[in-house]
């Protein structure tokens, strides 16, 4: 399995925070393009493709870091 780069990590992060592509976006001052990109790495490197499993992925892994909040 291919590691995940920061930038994946952080925006995995996000995903699971609750945060839309276009928030995502926002926060990072980033495209849409750029996170549907870093999105599907992530689900290229993972076999991953649903919310749920974007957050037992980073449990399995220790992704999940002290300022991710998934009660948005």
Known sequence: MKQL????KEILNLI???N??????????IS????DAHRRNII???GV??????Y???IANNLIN?????NN
Do not use: H, M, P
């Not at 780069?5 to 994946?8: D, V």
């Not at 839309?20 to 001052?29: Q, R």
């Not at 849409?32 to 996170?35: A, G, M, N, S, Y």
């Open 56 to 58: 037992k992925y980073a």
């Open 16 to 18: 699971i925070s609750g």
């Open 44 to 46: 290229s490197k993972t």
């Open 20 to 29: 839309s592509t276009a928030k995502i976006s926002d926060l990072l001052c």
């Open 49 to 54: 493709r649903s919310q749920i499993g974007f």
């Open 5 to 8: 780069s920061n930038r994946e």
């Open 32 to 35: 849409k393009r750029t996170v």
């Open 66 to 70: 002290s300022e991710t909040n998934i």
